[in-house]
């Protein structure tokens, strides 16, 4: 069936050194994927999304580009501030069953020591 | 436009008993789904709603039951209730189609005790 598999975390990290948060994903069909970020007793939040092979998807300084041919969507962001503390989530929207059921992955943890 | 609701935020209960969390959708949106998220299990997909009929079930035992309304407004019930059950219960909801996000509310965090 279709999957989500991210990096185990947590990630810790500098003030302003560069992040990359791998996701990987197996679906059938041709799904979107997502990138949901979730802070300390909250909800999530989308972040940036792509709905094709290539497209990247950017906000807030983070980007991420769909590989069909890796069936990678890695999250990356040049410079992370303290405020990026949060728990990230890879997901896909499966669209086989016409009824686009969301996947997570299990959701890495990053934190970011000024 | 307002977000997705949740209430209540916060709610304890002793095992046995049962719980009703609620969840009004952004306006528009007519499919809703319900997440529980644990630490150790993480985000896990319980079901989803569309015009008031359930189209997706997650592997949960039939305690845990859902309902939509013609609002598209949802609640979900847990009977008899376990310890186990206490974890943060996350509705989101969207429009339906491929390249759609779904919106989520804050949650109602369930403590059985």
């Known amino acids: 069936g279709n999957s989500v598999t991210q990096m185990e975390g947590p990630v810790t990290l500098s003030e302003e050194a560069f992040l990359t948060i791998n996701c990987t994903y197996t679906?059938?069909?041709?799904?979107?994927l997502f990138w949901y970020v979730q802070y300390p007793g909250e909800g999530l939040q989308l972040l940036l999304k792509a709905t094709k092979a290539d497209d990247k998807g950017s906000n807030k300084g983070f980007e991420a580009t769909y590989r069909k041919e890796t069936t990678s969507f890695h999250l990356e962001k040049g410079s992370v501030q303290v405020s990026d503390s949060a728990v990230y989530f890879c997901a896909l929207s499966d669209p086989t069953s016409g009824t686009y059921k969301y996947i997570f992955g299990t959701g890495t943890r990053l934190k970011v020591l000024a | 436009k307002a977000g997705v609701t949740q209430t209540p935020r916060y709610l304890i209960k002793t095992r046995g008993q049962q719980v009703t969390l609620s969840c009004s959708p952004i306006?528009?949106?007519?499919?809703v789904s319900w997440y529980q998220q644990t630490p150790g299990q993480g985000l896990q997909f319980l079901f989803e709603?569309?015009?008031?009929?359930?189209?997706n079930k997650g592997n949960f035992p039939g305690r845990f039951s859902g309902r939509q309304f013609s609002n598209s407004r949802s609640e979900m019930n847990v009977s008899t209730l376990e310890l186990g059950d206490s974890a943060l219960y996350l509705c989101?909801?969207?429009?339906?189609?491929?390249?759609?996000?779904?919106?989520f509310g804050q949650g109602t965090r369930l403590t059985v005790v």
């Open positions: 679906a059938t069909g041709y799904p979107s």
């Open positions: 709603y569309f015009s008031e009929t359930q189209r």
């Open positions: 989101a909801s969207s429009l339906v189609g491929r390249n759609t996000e779904a919106f």
């Open positions: 306006s528009g949106h007519r499919s």
